[in-house]
């Protein structure tokens, strides 16, 4: 079965320490590696997509990585603001669904 | 670009009543809109693929009697809860794939309660 699976499921950090949100996957036939960040009671925001190994994006202080297997969401001395739910999806051919992954929640506290 | 709108944000309705929730692509057409749940700290699931002009495809388990999807239009999509129950308060979020290019813009989401 194809899977996308995130860890942790969970993450605190101070202000100003960095670390790094794992998305894995198990589909086959990707076309694109999405991430999305969701704040409560919204809908996800797009962040980046990612097409071939070895594809990294930045934007402010996130950065995505892709390899054969799994991809990374670096985040740079994070501030509060930065605190989300962070969701990985795979995507495939156009028309069809994105499968997500369950999530990791960031609480970055000051 | 590439906005979708969802409406109502929110909705409390009675056990029993029928809710419709809107979503409208303001600025590209959307061909293929998809539906997605989320139960609380858990991911989105999706429910159904519609695409405009032709029934919707409902995942394994979706009773597509309650949920009726309407995609008349390449703006417009609709999601129908029939006689709701409590057990179908939840979040609701629509997205449609984008006309040009390859990606995938989210409504904002409905929260719906049943009481």
């Known amino acids: 079965e194809d899977q996308v699976t995130q860890s942790p499921e969970a993450l605190r950090l101070q202000e100003g320490e960095s670390s790094s949100l794992n998305c894995s996957y198990t589909v086959s036939g990707l076309r694109g590696l999405f991430w999305y960040r969701q704040d409560p009671g919204k809908g996800p925001e797009f962040l980046f997509t990612?097409?071939?190994a070895g594809e990294e994006k930045e934007k402010e202080r996130l950065k995505a990585t892709l390899t054969k297997k799994e991809s990374f969401l670096h985040i740079t001395a994070p501030k509060p603001e930065d605190s989300a739910t962070y969701l990985c999806?795979?995507?495939?051919?156009?028309?069809?669904?994105?499968?997500f992954g369950k999530g990791t929640t960031l609480s970055v506290s000051s | 670009g590439a906005v979708v709108s969802q409406h109502p944000s929110w909705v409390i309705c009675k056990s029993g009543t029928s809710v419709k929730i809107e979503c409208r692509s303001l600025?590209?057409?959307?061909?293929?809109m998809f539906w997605y749940r989320q139960f609380p700290k858990q991911s989105l699931m999706l429910m159904a693929t519609?695409?405009?002009?032709?029934?919707?495809?409902?995942e394994q388990g979706v009773e597509k009697d309650k949920f009726l999807i309407n995609h008349a239009s390449l703006t417009l999509s609709t999601l129908t809860v029939t006689s709701a129950h409590p057990e179908d308060s939840s979040f609701y979020i629509c997205s449609a794939g984008l006309s040009a290019g390859y990606g995938y813009t989210f409504g904002s989401g409905t929260r719906l309660t049943v009481v």
């Open positions: 990612l097409y071939s």
């Open positions: 600025d590209f057409q959307a061909t293929t």
């Open positions: 999806a795979g995507g495939f051919q156009a028309g069809t669904a994105l499968i």
């Open positions: 519609s695409n405009e002009g032709s029934k919707a495809t409902y």
